[in-house]
């Protein structure tokens, strides 16, 4: 179904949440009316505090997002949250205890609350969520939470769609500091270290010190990323947390650094736009047969990879 980008635009503008979520969904079913929906929504957006949070599961991210999204309320704000799984070919279902944990925020029309998976389409979440991220943005959200699991790749690329990105960790949660060893450590801002009131919690802090460390940026111009305990479940520290990341908003304005990443983040955003867009013209290319085709001359021993990757982006540069 087509919809009228013009009056959907209007009306998320004017902070309809039935708008925002149709909004979305065109993300989500890649919908060719993205483009127009862009076109109209990117002029108001880029005013929001994008915030990523990621860890490893059951760390506390959903609850800490909870207590954040009440903090910012309180004070005012309109807050969006995604949620995004990138494990999760289907939007909902894996996140429904995300629901029921933010439950409490459901009737407060300052707030979007949304679950993304990446539905396998080409892309995937590192193309879906920068423009999800956007409609939120010029939907008039003070502040925008991206909430991925730390299970790999992908959460280091969603948190760099951040302007600031925290890493939880909980104590008794060995992989924590595993998942921080595989690059997330390069990404964090601020780290949590939640469920304090379990035992554990100080010596999760030492193991986090030793690991940070090794990546310290000795220059004195650089952010020292800051430790914050937490208990989430009971708002403990939360305040803490809340005066952490202004603290790191003011730095990167202060710096320069906002601009410099939100001009990588754009970078990174239309790369992955264009390669979507040329590998589907590759798909799309003599009825999607022209790999086919190549693999089995390279096969046949007719021709090398190379030049038959010479071939088919020739092909693509010829198509309209
Ligand atoms: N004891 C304790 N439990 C907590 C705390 N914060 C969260 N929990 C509990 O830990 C469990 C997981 O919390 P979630 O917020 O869903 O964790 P998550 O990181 O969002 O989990 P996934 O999205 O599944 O990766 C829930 O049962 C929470 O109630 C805390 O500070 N202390
Ligand atoms: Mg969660």
């Known amino acids: 179904?087509?919809?009228d980008v013009a009056d959907l635009v209007a009306r998320a503008r004017d902070g309809e949440p039935r708008a925002v979520a149709r909004l979305i969904s065109l993300v989500e079913n890649a919908s060719p009316q993205l483009r127009e929906v862009m076109a109209a929504l990117t002029p108001y957006a880029g005013n929001a505090v994008?915030?990523?949070l990621t860890g490893s599961p059951g760390v506390g991210k959903s609850t800490t997002t909870s207590a954040l999204l009440a903090a910012y309320r309180k004070s005012g704000k309109r807050v969006g949250v995604l949620a995004v799984d990138p494990?999760?070919?289907f939007t909902g279902g894996a996140l429904l205890g995300d629901r029921v944990r933010m439950q409490e925020h459901a009737t407060d029309s300052g707030v979007y609350i949304r679950s993304m998976g990446s539905r396998g389409h080409l892309g995937g979440l590192s193309w879906a969520t920068p423009q999800a991220v956007r409609i939120?943005?010029?939907?008039g959200c003070d502040v925008v939470m991206v909430e991925t699991v730390g299970v790999g790749q992908a959460e280091?690329?969603?948190a760099s769609l951040a302007d600031t990105t925290v890493v939880l960790l909980a104590p008794g949660m060995g992989d924590g500091i595993q998942a921080a060893k595989a690059g997330i450590l390069e990404a964090a801002d601020l780290y949590v270290v939640n469920k304090a009131d379990r035992d554990g919690a100080d010596h999760t802090i030492?193991?986090?010190r030793?690991?940070?460390a090794l990546v310290e940026d000795r220059s004195p111009d650089?952010?020292?990323p800051p430790i914050i305990k937490t208990i989430a479940s009971s708002g403990e520290g939360i305040a803490d947390l809340v005066a952490a990341l202004d603290d790191h908003r003011a730095w990167l304005v202060e710096s320069g650094t906002l601009e410099k990443r939100r001009a990588a983040r754009i970078a990174d955003e239309i790369e992955a736009i264009a390669v979507t867009a040329l590998r589907e013209q590759m798909g799309d290319l003599r009825g999607g047969t022209l790999l086919d085709d190549l693999a089995a001359n390279v096969v046949a021993g007719d021709t090398d990879p190379y030049a038959a990757a010479d071939e088919l982006t020739r092909s693509v540069k010829k198509s309209p």
């Open 136 to 139: 939120l943005d010029a939907a």
């Open 222 to 224: 650089a952010w020292q």
């Open 156 to 158: 280091v690329e969603v």
């Open 210 to 212: 030793g690991m940070m």
């Open 50 to 52: 994008v915030i990523g």
């Open 206 to 208: 030492r193991d986090l």
């Open 87 to 89: 494990s999760s070919p």
């Open 1 to 3: 179904m087509t919809a």
